[in-house]
């Protein structure tokens, strides 16, 4: 989590205040030590979230994160989703083809379209290398990021003779990832997920009865605040290389997720697994704000079969934390090494409980060894170990107590083979542990006070050493406050650097003293190349080296580094003036302070060995192209990572960098010149850069959204408008604008700067000229009101025409867009007949700004009376009304994430949480838009028709690309008269990147003619169709025709067109050349007009003369034309070209009449 926080030009309150109305999400947990102005920071989906209520419904205060959200919108408007239809969805979307059959179209449909495919497959462009330039991350050294981890696993034999060192990773939506050089630099990542119906895992064990280290279980959800569900326990005996399902397992965990697992080392038989609360699941699906009917109870479960079967071992009783929700899930589970019939849980607000009948004068119920020390949001981990042939427990807890302040703390029994009640003690006081962490600064427990910040039930590890039970380690939340240099510069003054942030600690003497290993010794004090690496602010999970237990493995949401294995003393820096304590004032603050500094930097790692390169599991929100190039520069917003840029033109392993910190969401290009370029982070906060994707040059403009206190999505609906440069669309619960991206460039960069998303703002200025435009388009009045604005598109054909969605299902379009704020007006085009869900993309059709594809989140099951998940609609200006058709067809129900439109061959795409699906034109039925995406969320799809390439946003395998095969279109007149010929052009046509087309032309006639443009000589009257086959260099086709209606006569009686005599001009050395025109003698009045001449150069048609023409009836003249010396250098070597002559001609009445003529011209050389 990289925070993001506010000076004073934007303060702490104004934000609270806007936080605080934003709908569904208000401001919450402020962090321990933090100044007011530093609660308020850009952050999202992490567990440093936000309180809210249900938007949908009458529920009491709760938590939230994005992923959070993005379930509830896909359940709306129910509360849940149930895992049977998350495994139907997945299932019937994945069996969809990827090529249809010519019974899958309609009728009539060109036989090309009907066995046409996208012939290609999906492309991983990255980053597989996340370079994060250091003005982008916490101690300003480059670095790679990588994606959230969630649970660690070591084959036992790593480190030992003629072993390498494999390492299984679970990534958050990215799935499971094994390393079989762990300890190189890098190593080689593979992901392993034959197999795996989902790619959302929290837990991972190998299988201690196994000694090949071949036998691992992976739990599928996420226990922690984020709660993805799974889809049950799933095993492998292969490293990896095949999945299974534990088949006893899903009947136990479905709608749940699965937070930990345990295999019994006397008994691989013997299973254990405790199940948490369930909200995500497949990648953002499955799961719910409340339990789906039927779910089965929170839980830990016993098998005794291998799996075959489940039983409930044990829940918390109820009423342990009255009116929590969330509380019984299971976190940790730990077996006793002396006597693994021993076995402890520890639960989300329940503590830790035990069965222990040995302990108990045989009494196998569980009983309750440790009480929370929180009230709510409680979380607890548990370590066990043996000490002196003792069972040695460590406890690390924290969550919020009743004034939701944070809450913190260590614990530590060293004889736990005792009766549970003298461990918990009267009043459940804890009174048989010893407890090692203290609030009082400069006592050696303070290392563990507060130990994972506000964030507990999103940031906590604890293990201890397996080979040494005094020596333990936690992570948590960084403390931002002690690091430098100091990113965020309203930390500066609360506190010196005594700390490398505290994100991860280690105590060699069981508990007592802790040193800090977050940072290594591999650098200066000094910011930049040089500066130590340093650990990711946001801790998940550790595991060791079984040989080297020095080397430890951590994920966290910065994916993977490891310790090298051996340690400095770096507390001589701590007398260093540059960590600022011996320059504090404040004496007794100066000698605590050298005390903690000196402790905590006493022994610290050597080197952090980044490990994320190769690591392709970013978590992608939404990606945009530049608009000048659609193969060449690409801004994508992440989870947590920030957002990233991409350049074609940089070398490939900083192709991908990370342009600004924290959140990452939508993001732009201004279409007028693509160095100016937008981001947004979350809850409406967005940024612009006139330098392109330069980290320094962020600055932010969103100021006056924020203080409107206006509802505004986690991740906000943005466009940067098609047409006109500077203009930005927002929407809120108005929609917002501003025609000048945001404001002058250098009051916003002398005031409201954000260097990397680092806030330096001066408070002189209000950050951004934001307006609303129009009404609050969420008002309660009338149907499926309330909540927030969520999609916002313009239309590419026009400057004026907006479709705006709300979350509740209602659809706008206004066609004055472009007007003053006040005059700006929408008309709602849904009716009831469409489903009350969440609207969750709008596709503009390029060609027709009346028309457009909306697609809807959630299921029909939902709301069955309303079915639909993609509508082709069409709005007609004249009644204000729109038709609305379903074009769901065989579409598996579930939540579509977003829709694009091909105009150039009719093709729809929609983006799902398993696939991205395609209707191609002219079918009846979706497919698979092609092989090789892997089984992620896709949150969003990014068309762009004339580089012929599809962009998908996956939401743990970071972005891909499809490469569309050709798109053929036709330019030229719609009708002619007998006896016109006229010039047709093929040059709007597009292959992938730009790549040369031939061109195949199809007269009406019959008969067939080359490149790409052709000339038609009308001879018939009627309809006549010319067709264009364009063939790209991969030989992949396209078809297209276009119908000429041509009519008996050009004119009134006696007029007759001017035709061209020569069939090819000679250009001279001087630039002229000559043709001849006649005037037919069926023309009674002569030939009166005017030819224009243009060649095409390089895509551009360039004017080559132009002359008065007066004709008599039956003659001729001799054109005479110059081609200046430009466009002849601009030809280059070319020998010959062919030339269009725009000829004008006036009949007897006064009617203009045109046509065009081709003429070779040849070269001389």
Same mark, same amino acid.
């Given at each position: 989590?990289?925070?993001?926080?506010?000076?004073?030009?934007?303060?702490?309150?104004?934000?609270?205040?806007?936080?605080?109305?934003?709908?569904?999400?208000?401001?919450?947990?402020?962090?321990?030590?933090?100044?007011?102005?530093?609660?308020?920071?850009?952050?999202?989906?992490?567990?440093?979230?936000?309180?809210?209520?249900?938007?949908?419904?009458?529920?009491?205060?709760?938590?939230?994160?994005?992923?959070?959200?993005?379930?509830?919108?896909?359940?709306?408007?129910?509360?849940?989703?149930?895992?049977?239809?998350?495994?139907?969805?997945?299932?019937?979307?994945?069996?969809?083809?990827?090529?249809?059959?010519?019974?899958?179209?309609?009728?009539?449909?060109?036989?090309?379209?009907?066995?046409?495919?996208?012939?290609?497959?999906?492309?991983?462009?990255?980053?597989?290398?996340?370079?994060?330039?250091?003005?982008?991350?916490?101690?300003?050294?480059?670095?790679?990021?990588?994606?959230?981890?969630?649970?660690?696993?070591?084959?036992?034999?790593?480190?030992?003779?003629?072993?390498?060192?494999?390492?299984?990773?679970?990534?958050?939506?990215?799935?499971?990832?094994?390393?079989?050089?762990?300890?190189?630099?890098?190593?080689?990542?593979?992901?392993?997920?034959?197999?795996?119906?989902?790619?959302?895992?929290?837990?991972?064990?190998?299988?201690?009865?196994?000694?090949?280290?071949?036998?691992?279980?992976?739990?599928?959800?996420?226990?922690?605040?984020?709660?993805?569900?799974?889809?049950?326990?799933?095993?492998?005996?292969?490293?990896?290389?095949?999945?299974?399902?534990?088949?006893?397992?899903?009947?136990?965990?479905?709608?749940?997720?699965?937070?930990?697992?345990?295999?019994?080392?006397?008994?691989?038989?013997?299973?254990?697994?405790?199940?948490?609360?369930?909200?995500?699941?497949?990648?953002?699906?499955?799961?719910?704000?409340?339990?789906?009917?039927?779910?089965?109870?929170?839980?830990?479960?016993?098998?005794?079969?291998?799996?075959?079967?489940?039983?409930?071992?044990?829940?918390?009783?109820?009423?342990?934390?009255?009116?929590?929700?969330?509380?019984?899930?299971?976190?940790?589970?730990?077996?006793?090494?002396?006597?693994?019939?021993?076995?402890?849980?520890?639960?989300?607000?329940?503590?830790?409980?035990?069965?222990?009948?040995?302990?108990?004068?045989?009494?196998?119920?569980?009983?309750?060894?440790?009480?929370?020390?929180?009230?709510?949001?409680?979380?607890?981990?548990?370590?066990?170990?043996?000490?002196?042939?003792?069972?040695?427990?460590?406890?690390?807890?924290?969550?919020?107590?009743?004034?939701?302040?944070?809450?913190?703390?260590?614990?530590?029994?060293?004889?736990?083979?005792?009766?549970?009640?003298?461990?918990?003690?009267?009043?459940?006081?804890?009174?048989?542990?010893?407890?090692?962490?203290?609030?009082?600064?400069?006592?050696?427990?303070?290392?563990?006070?507060?130990?994972?910040?506000?964030?507990?039930?999103?940031?906590?590890?604890?293990?201890?050493?397996?080979?040494?039970?005094?020596?333990?380690?936690?992570?948590?939340?960084?403390?931002?406050?002690?690091?430098?240099?100091?990113?965020?510069?309203?930390?500066?003054?609360?506190?010196?650097?005594?700390?490398? &942030?505290?994100?991860?600690?280690?105590?060699?003497?069981?508990?007592?003293?802790?040193?800090?290993?977050?940072?290594?010794?591999?650098?200066?004090?000094?910011?930049?190349?040089?500066?130590?690496?340093?650990?990711?602010?946001?801790?998940?999970?550790?595991?060791?080296?079984?040989?080297?237990?020095?080397?430890?493995?951590?994920?966290?949401?910065?994916?993977?580094?490891?310790?090298?294995?051996?340690?400095?003393?770096?507390?001589?820096?701590?007398?260093?003036?540059?960590?600022?304590?011996?320059?504090?004032?404040?004496?007794?603050?100066?000698?605590?302070?050298?005390?903690?500094?000196?402790?905590?930097?006493?022994?610290?790692?050597?080197?952090?060995?980044?490990?994320?390169?190769?690591?392709?599991?970013?978590?992608?929100?939404?990606?945009?192209?530049?608009?000048?190039?659609?193969?060449?520069?690409?801004?994508?917003?992440?989870?947590?990572?920030?957002?990233?840029?991409?350049?074609?033109?940089?070398?490939?392993?900083?192709?991908?960098?990370?342009?600004?910190? &924290?959140?990452?969401?939508?993001? &732009?290009?201004?279409?007028?010149?693509?160095?100016?370029?937008?981001?947004?982070?979350?809850?409406?906060?967005?940024?612009?850069?006139?330098?392109?994707?330069?980290?320094?040059?962020?600055?932010?403009?969103?100021?006056?959204?924020?203080?409107?206190?206006?509802?505004?999505?986690?991740?906000?609906?943005?466009?940067?408008?098609?047409?006109?440069?500077?203009?930005?669309?927002?929407?809120?619960?108005?929609?917002?604008?501003?025609?000048?991206?945001?404001?002058?460039?250098?009051?916003?960069?002398?005031?409201?700067?954000?260097?990397?998303?680092?806030?330096?703002?001066?408070?002189?200025?209000?950050?951004?000229?934001?307006?609303?435009?129009?009404?609050?388009?969420?008002?309660?009045?009338?149907?499926?009101?309330?909540?927030?604005?969520?999609?916002?598109?313009?239309?590419?054909?026009?400057?004026?025409?907006?479709?705006?969605?709300?979350?509740?299902?209602?659809?706008?379009?206004?066609?004055?867009?472009?007007?003053?704020?006040?005059?700006?007006?929408?008309?709602?085009?849904?009716?009831?007949?469409?489903?009350?869900?969440?609207?969750?993309?709008?596709?503009?059709?390029?060609?027709?700004?009346?028309?457009?594809?909306?697609?809807?989140?959630?299921?029909?099951?939902?709301?069955?009376?309303?079915?639909?998940?993609?509508?082709?609609?069409?709005?007609?200006?004249?009644?204000?009304?729109?038709?609305?058709?379903?074009?769901?067809?065989?579409?598996?129900?579930?939540?579509?994430?977003?829709?694009?439109?091909?105009?150039?061959?009719?093709?729809?795409?929609?983006?799902?949480?398993?696939?991205?699906?395609?209707?191609?034109?002219?079918?009846?039925?979706?497919?698979?838009?092609?092989?090789?995406?892997?089984?992620?969320?896709?949150?969003?799809?990014?068309?762009?028709?004339?580089?012929?390439?599809?962009?998908?946003?996956?939401?743990?395998?970071?972005?891909?690309?499809?490469?569309?095969?050709?798109?053929?279109?036709?330019?030229?007149?719609?009708?002619?008269?007998?006896?016109?010929?006229?010039?047709?052009?093929?040059?709007?046509?597009?292959?992938?990147?730009?790549?040369?087309?031939?061109?195949?032309?199809?007269?009406?006639?019959?008969?067939?003619?080359?490149?790409?443009?052709?000339?038609?000589?009308?001879?018939?009257?009627?309809?006549?169709?010319?067709?264009?086959?364009?063939?790209?260099?991969?030989?992949?086709?396209?078809?297209?025709?276009?119908?000429?209606?041509?009519?008996?006569?050009?004119?009134?009686?006696?007029?007759?067109?001017?035709?061209?005599?020569?069939?090819?001009?000679?250009?001279?050395?001087?630039?002229?050349?000559?043709?001849?025109?006649?005037?037919?003698?069926?023309?009674?009045?002569?030939?009166?007009?005017?030819?224009?001449?243009?060649?095409?150069?390089?895509?551009?048609?360039?004017?080559?003369?132009?002359?008065?023409?007066?004709?008599?009836?039956?003659?001729?003249?001799?054109?005479?034309?110059?081609?200046?010396?430009?466009?002849?250098?601009?030809?280059?070597?070319?020998?010959?070209?062919?030339?269009?002559?725009?000829?004008?001609?006036?009949?007897?009445?006064?009617?203009?009449?045109?046509?065009?003529?081709?003429?070779?011209?040849?070269?001389?050389?």
């Amino acid at each position: 989590m990289k925070k993001r926080t506010l000076l004073s030009g934007l303060t702490a309150a104004t934000l609270l205040v806007a936080l605080a109305a934003a709908g569904p999400i208000g401001l919450g947990r402020p962090s321990g030590h933090r100044s007011a102005a530093a609660t308020a920071h850009r952050d999202g989906d992490r567990g440093e979230r936000f309180e809210v209520k249900d938007p949908d419904k009458d529920a009491k205060p709760g938590m939230i994160t994005p992923a959070q959200q993005a379930y509830v919108d896909r359940a709306y408007p129910r509360g849940y989703i149930p895992a049977a239809a998350v495994r139907k969805a997945t299932h019937a979307t994945r069996a969809l083809p990827v090529k249809l059959t010519r019974a899958d179209f309609r009728a009539g449909t060109p036989h090309i379209a009907a066995r046409s495919s996208v012939g290609a497959d999906w492309e991983f462009i990255g980053p597989q290398t996340p370079f994060a330039p250091g003005a982008t991350t916490e101690s300003l050294k480059d670095s790679i990021t990588s994606g959230r981890v969630t649970a660690l696993a070591v084959d036992p034999n790593c480190g030992s003779p003629d072993h390498g060192c494999r390492l299984w990773m679970a990534a958050a939506g990215g799935g499971i990832w094994r390393t079989d050089d762990a300890e190189a630099a890098p190593p080689t990542w593979t992901a392993v997920d034959e197999g795996l119906p989902t790619n959302a895992f929290g837990s991972l064990v190998v299988d201690p009865t196994d000694p090949s280290g071949d036998t691992l279980y992976a739990g599928t959800g996420e226990a922690n605040a984020i709660n993805q569900a799974g889809l049950g326990l799933y095993k492998t005996t292969d490293g990896g290389d095949h999945w299974s399902l534990v088949e006893g397992s899903y009947a136990v965990s479905h709608d749940r997720s699965i937070g930990a697992v345990r295999v019994d080392p006397t008994d691989a038989d013997t299973i254990w697994i405790g199940t948490a609360d369930g909200r995500q699941g497949q990648s953002s699906v499955n799961g719910g704000s409340v339990p789906p009917p039927g779910a089965p109870p929170l839980g830990v479960y016993v098998s005794h079969d291998g799996g075959a079967s489940f039983d409930l071992a044990f829940s918390l009783p109820d009423g342990i934390t009255p009116g929590q929700e969330e509380d019984g899930g299971v976190t940790d589970i730990a077996l006793d090494p002396t006597a693994p019939d021993k076995v402890y849980a520890a639960f989300l607000d329940g503590g830790v409980w035990r069965t222990a009948a040995a302990d108990e004068l045989g009494d196998s119920d569980w009983k309750q060894v440790y009480a929370p020390t929180g009230a709510i949001f409680d979380r607890t981990e548990v370590a066990i170990t043996v000490k002196s042939a003792k069972t040695r427990v460590y406890v690390a807890d924290g969550g919020f107590d009743a004034d939701f302040n944070p809450t913190g703390e260590l614990f530590r029994v060293d004889d736990a083979d005792v009766p549970a009640s003298d461990l918990v003690g009267l009043g459940s006081d804890n009174s048989g542990w010893t407890k090692l962490s203290s609030s009082a600064d400069g006592d050696p427990g303070f290392a563990a006070h507060q130990l994972c910040q506000s964030q507990c039930d999103y940031d906590l590890f604890l293990e201890v050493d397996p080979t040494n039970p005094d020596t333990v380690w936690f992570g948590g939340s960084m403390v931002y406050e002690e690091i430098r240099p100091l990113q965020d510069q309203s930390l500066a003054g609360i506190a010196t650097w005594r700390s490398n &942030g505290r994100a991860v600690m280690r105590s060699e003497d069981a508990g007592v003293h802790f040193t800090d290993m977050t940072a290594d010794t591999e650098g200066t004090l000094q910011p930049g190349e040089h500066q130590y690496e340093q650990m990711h602010p946001d801790q998940h999970a550790i595991a060791f080296d079984p040989t080297n237990t020095d080397i430890a493995f951590v994920g966290s949401d910065g994916g993977m580094v490891r310790t090298d294995g051996t340690w400095d003393d770096m507390s001589a820096e701590c007398d260093d003036p540059a960590r600022e304590i011996t320059t504090e004032a404040d004496a007794t603050q100066k000698a605590t302070d050298l005390v903690d500094c000196h402790q905590w930097l006493s022994k610290v790692p050597h080197r952090i060995v980044n490990m994320n390169d190769g690591l392709g599991d970013l978590q992608f929100v939404q990606l945009s192209v530049d608009p000048a190039n659609a193969l060449g520069d690409l801004l994508g917003g992440t989870q947590d990572n920030g957002t990233f840029s991409y350049s074609a033109t940089l070398t490939p392993e900083r192709s991908w960098f990370e342009s600004v910190n &924290g959140d990452g969401a939508a993001s &732009g290009f201004d279409v007028g010149d693509s160095d100016i370029r937008y981001h947004t982070y979350f809850l409406g906060l967005g940024d612009i850069n006139h330098h392109g994707s330069d980290p320094s040059g962020w600055t932010f403009i969103t100021q006056p959204i924020l203080e409107s206190g206006e509802a505004v999505s986690f991740y906000t609906p943005v466009i940067l408008d098609p047409k006109v440069p500077g203009t930005i669309f927002l929407a809120a619960q108005h929609v917002w604008r501003t025609k000048d991206d945001g404001g002058d460039q250098a009051d916003l960069e002398a005031n409201c700067a954000s260097p990397g998303g680092v806030p330096q703002y001066t408070g002189n200025i209000t950050c951004g000229d934001f307006e609303p435009i129009g009404a609050n388009l969420t008002s309660s009045s009338g149907s499926k009101g309330g909540s927030y604005l969520a999609a916002v598109e313009r239309a590419p054909s026009d400057t004026s025409t907006l479709w705006v969605a709300s979350r509740r299902g209602r659809l706008f379009i206004s066609k004055n867009a472009d007007a003053k704020p006040e005059s700006v007006s929408f008309n709602r085009i849904d009716t009831d007949a469409q489903p009350q869900r969440f609207i969750s993309g709008v596709a503009v059709d390029p060609a027709d700004p009346n028309h457009a594809y909306v697609s809807f989140s959630g299921y029909d099951a939902a709301t069955p009376g309303q079915p639909g998940h993609v509508f082709d609609v069409h709005y007609n200006p004249a009644t204000s009304t729109a038709t609305w058709t379903n074009l769901d067809a065989d579409l598996p129900d579930q939540p579509i994430t977003d829709v694009a439109f091909d105009d150039y061959t009719g093709d729809l795409y929609a983006a799902t949480d398993y696939a991205v699906l395609r209707r191609p034109s002219g079918a009846t039925t979706w497919e698979q838009a092609a092989n090789g995406l892997p089984l992620a969320s896709v949150p969003g799809i990014t068309l762009r028709t004339d580089g012929r390439v599809l962009y998908a946003a996956t939401y743990g395998r970071a972005a891909w690309r499809l490469s569309l095969g050709p798109g053929a279109r036709i330019t030229g007149p719609d009708s002619l008269a007998v006896g016109q010929t006229a010039v047709y052009d093929g040059t709007q046509s597009r292959a992938f990147g730009g790549a040369p087309l031939t061109y195949t032309w199809t007269l009406p006639d019959g008969s067939h003619a080359s490149g790409p443009t052709v000339a038609y000589h009308a001879t018939s009257a009627g309809s006549q169709t010319l067709g264009l086959l364009v063939t790209a260099p991969d030989g992949r086709q396209a078809t297209t025709s276009k119908t000429v209606t041509v009519t008996p006569s050009g004119g009134p009686a006696g007029f007759a067109f001017i035709n061209l005599e020569t069939r090819r001009a000679h250009l001279r050395p001087n630039g002229t050349y000559r043709f001849v025109l006649s005037c037919p003698a069926a023309n009674a009045l002569g030939c009166v007009g005017a030819v224009h001449a243009k060649v095409l150069v390089a895509g551009r048609h360039r004017g080559i003369g132009s002359a008065t023409l007066v004709i008599g009836r039956g003659g001729q003249v001799r054109v005479k034309l110059r081609m200046s010396r430009s466009v002849r250098d601009a030809l280059g070597g070319r020998t010959r070209v062919t030339a269009t002559l725009k000829i004008r001609q006036l009949d007897s009445t006064g009617v203009v009449h045109k046509e065009r003529l081709p003429l070779t011209i040849v070269l001389r050389r």
